[in-house]
């Protein structure tokens, strides 16, 4: 079991990624965007073991709040999500930053094996 931060303007998106990870046994926070998202993060003093985040979103994109909080927790792992080939390649730029970059639409299975993959590479670090 885990505690993942979400971070998804797409009600819908957000909503079915929080329900599975939940199905899942996983403890999970939601937020609607990036600002949002720092802010829980900060208000946790980075006590997740998992964010997982859209890049597209409006305020605070994906790849500007990842780097904000690998200022300021970079034990924090870091999963992003995007259904654009250019926003994947903008990612690629920060890889030093997030674990890795799941493609928009994703199935269940895709998603449950990146999480459990990102949280392999945590424990193992």
Known sequence: MARILIVEDDDAVRHF???ALTRDGHIVETAEDGDLGLEIIEERQGQFDLVLSDIRMPAMDGIAM????AERFPHLPILLMTGYAE???QASEVKNVVIDVLSKPFEL????SFVSQALTERKAA
């Open 66 to 69: 990842a780097m904000a909080v």
């Open 17 to 19: 990624t929080a329900r």
């Open 109 to 112: 299975a895709d998603l449950r």
């Open 87 to 89: 926003q994947r390649e």
